[in-house]
């Protein structure tokens, strides 16, 4: 029985790929980095995308302009930044904002939102019809306001034509936590993310 929670993050992709996969393989990563998905039950993609490639054999691309035909991919797997903050600490060498610069930011949650957005019309473009969009993501808190940004990233989808299959949450162990965020605390730490499962549709189901 595949359940929709789980510690272990290559449990989830390989329990979607086997649920909702055409061909049972992921073909294309627009936001490759250093390929952490790719263990030996899970196969590197055919196609590699990243606008700062990190490993050999990863094309410079953006996730919002791929260099792909239309409705050519049968499974992509998208795992973008999910933080936002353009505070002064990013340029500092130090271990200050380590989560930030870990994972990578945008300067603002509204450009972070459009860049969700335009990659999201991206892939759908060149996914088979029939298709599915991995997604993963994670809610957060930032300067005291909750975002909670798989909610937002089921709307963009729906208007973009995916049909929203299924959802798997990832519960983590542990999490990187700044000194002070532990003295400053206002809500509930997020211990878990999100792996959306969208399917291409024909038509636009925005309400």
Known sequence: MIKSISENQE???INILNLHSMNKKIDLDPTYSKGLFYKKNIPEPKHKFDINPQMPGVIKSCATNLPLEDESIPTIMFDPPFLATKGPSLKKENTSNKINKRFGVFPSELELHQFYDD???EMYRVCDMGGILIFKCQDKVSSGKQYFSHCKIYEMARCAGWYP???FVL???NRLIADWQKKNQKHARKY???FWVFKK???NICI
Do not use: Q, W
Request: glycine share 0%; no cysteine.
């Open 192 to 194: 878990h993310s999100y």
């Open 11 to 13: 449990e989830i992709i």
């Open 201 to 203: 549709t024909y038509k």
């Open 165 to 167: 299959v299924d959802l």
């Open 171 to 173: 519960v983590a162990k």
């Open 119 to 121: 990659a999201i019309r």
